[in-house]
C-alpha cells in the first residue's frame, strides 16, 4: 500500500470523524468477512446417528456420516461454499503402510459420496496425507525411523485419485513432501480427473497448535513424542515459504494454503503479494480452542475474539479461511453482525 502524503493536518483533519457512528464505521470499512470466505472443517467417524464431542473443540463434533447431509444443507443455507473433511480412521484399519488411504470404500470415501449425492453444490475437500491412516501417525511412510519423500509421494498419488473417484471436489495435500503436487495433477489427469482441483497446503509449519486435531482424529496416541520437523516448516522462516510455494505454484497448484493462521499473518501477506494466486490460510485447532477455552472461563467474549481474527485473515490478504467457527460466524453474519464495524 503507497504511503499517503499528508494533505491536511489537525485541527482541520479529525480521523475520529470517520469513527463516530455505526453507519460511518460500516461504510468506510476496507474489509469485510463474508461467508462465502469460510470452510468449515468436519470430522467423520464411524458408527449411525453417533455425535461425539471433542473435549479440546468446544462445540465441535465428530459425525457418523449418516449425520453429514444434514449438517451440509446448513452449510449451503448458510453461503458456506466448501466443507473439508477429516476421518477418525478406526485404530484396526491403520497400519504401517496406510493402506486404508486408498480403500475406495474407507470413512472419508463414503463420506465424500454421501454429502455429494444429497448436497451436490457444496464443496468438498479432500486431505491428502497419511496420517489417518498410519500406526505411527506420520503423514508419510516410515522406514527406520525415516520419512520417505519419493515413496510416500506415489501413495498420496493413489490416495489423491481414490478421493476424486468418490466425488471429491478439491484435493488438498498437507503432507510437505517435495513434489507431490506435481504428481497429485498427473494421477488426476491420467486417471480423467482434469477437473479435480489441487488445494497445496504448500506453507505448513511444524507447529504445537495443532494438538487438539491430532486428538480429533486420533494421530496424537499414535505419534507419541515423534514431530513432523522433517517435513513441515520451521516457525523461523518466511522466504522458504515464499520458495515453497513458488514450487507449488510450478507444479500447477490451483490455490495454496499458509497454515496455522494468527502466527502466520505476515506469511499470508508476503504469499499473497508474491503469487497472487488463491490463498488459503487454516485457523488451526489450537487457535480456536485458545479462544474458546478463554472464553469459557469468561476472561474474553469469545464471539468477538473470533470474528476479529478472522477478518485479520481477510486484512492480511487470505481469500478464504477453514475455520472450526465457519457455521457460527457464517450464522451472525447474517443476523447483520460484523467484525470491526
Ligand atoms: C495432517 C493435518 C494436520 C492438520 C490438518 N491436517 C496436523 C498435523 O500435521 O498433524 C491440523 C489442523 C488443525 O490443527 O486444525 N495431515
Known amino acids: 500500500m503507497a504511503a499517503i502524503p499528508p494533505l491536511a493536518s489537525f485541527p482541520a483533519l479529525r480521523l475520529r470523524r470517520l469513527r463516530r457512528t455505526d453507519w460511518l464505521r460500516r461504510l468506510v470499512a476496507e474489509h469485510r468477512l463474508d461467508p462465502a470466505d469460510l470452510i468449515q472443517p468436519l470430522f467423520v467417524c464411524e458408527g449411525h446417528r453417533r ?5 479440546s473443540l468446544p462445540g465441535i463434533h465428530r459425525l457418523s456420516v449418516d449425520l453429514l447431509p444434514a449438517v451440509a444443507e446448513r452449510c449451503v443455507a448458510l453461503g458456506i461454499p466448501a466443507v473439508a473433511l477429516f476421518p477418525a480412521t478406526p485404530p484396526e484399519r491403520k497400519s504401517e503402510a496406510a493402506e486404508e488411504a486408498w480403500n475406495p470404500d474407507n470413512l472419508v470415501c463414503r463420506a465424500i459420496r454421501e454429502i455429494k449425492r444429497h448436497v451436490p453444490e457444496l464443496g ?19 522406514r ?61 509449519y511444524a507447529s504445537a497448535f495443532y494438538g487438539p486435531f491430532r486428538e480429533a ?26 520458495r515453497e510455494v513458488a514450487l507449488d505454484v510450478a507444479e500447477a497448484a490451483d490455490m495454496v494454503m499458509v497454515k496455522p493462521g494468527l502466527p502466520y499473518l505476515d ?6 503479494e508474491a503469487f497472487g ?28 475474539c473470533m470474528m476479529e481474527c478472522l477478518l485479520a485473515f481477510k486484512r492480511a490478504g487470505a481469500d478464504a479461511i477453514l475455520t472450526y467457527a465457519a457455521m457460527e460466524v457464517a450464522g451472525r453474519l447474517r443476523d447483520g453482525r460484523t467484525a470491526g464495524g
Not at 468438498?124 to 516410515?142: F, K, M, N, S, W
Not at 471436489?169 to 482434469?194: K, N, T, W, Y
Not at 506469511?267 to 499473497?272: E, F, L, N, Y
Request: charged share 25%; net charge negative.
Open 267 to 272: 506469511v499470508v501477506r508476503a504469499v499473497k
Open 144 to 204: 527406520d525411523g525415516v520419512v520417505l519423500n519419493d515413496e510416500t509421494v506415489a501413495a498420496l498419488q493413489r490416495q489423491a485419485v481414490t478421493l476424486a473417484a468418490a466425488g471429491c471436489d478439491i484435493v488438498a495435500p498437507s503432507d510437505m513432501m517435495d513434489g507431490r503436487i506435481r504428481a497429485v495433477r498427473e494421477a488426476l489427469d491420467r486417471e480423467g480427473f482434469q477437473e479435480t482441483v489441487v488445494l497445496s497446503y504448500a506453507a505448513k
Open 217 to 242: 482424529v486420533g494421530s496424537k496416541a499414535a505419534l507419541g513424542t515423534a514431530d513432523k520437523k522433517t517435513y513441515q516448516m520451521s516457525p523461523a522462516n518466511v522466504a522458504e515459504a515464499l
Open 277 to 304: 494466486l488463491p490463498t488459503l490460510v487454516y485457523h488451526v485447532s489450537g487457535e480456536y480452542a485458545m479462544i474458546r477455552a478463554a472464553g469459557e472461563r469468561g476472561w474474553l467474549d469469545a464471539d468477538a
Open 124 to 142: 468438498v475437500i479432500g486431505d491428502v496425507a497419511l496420517d489417518p491412516y498410519t500406526t505411527h501417525g506420520q503423514d508419510g511412510l516410515v
Open 51 to 55: 455425535r461425539e464431542p471433542i473435549p
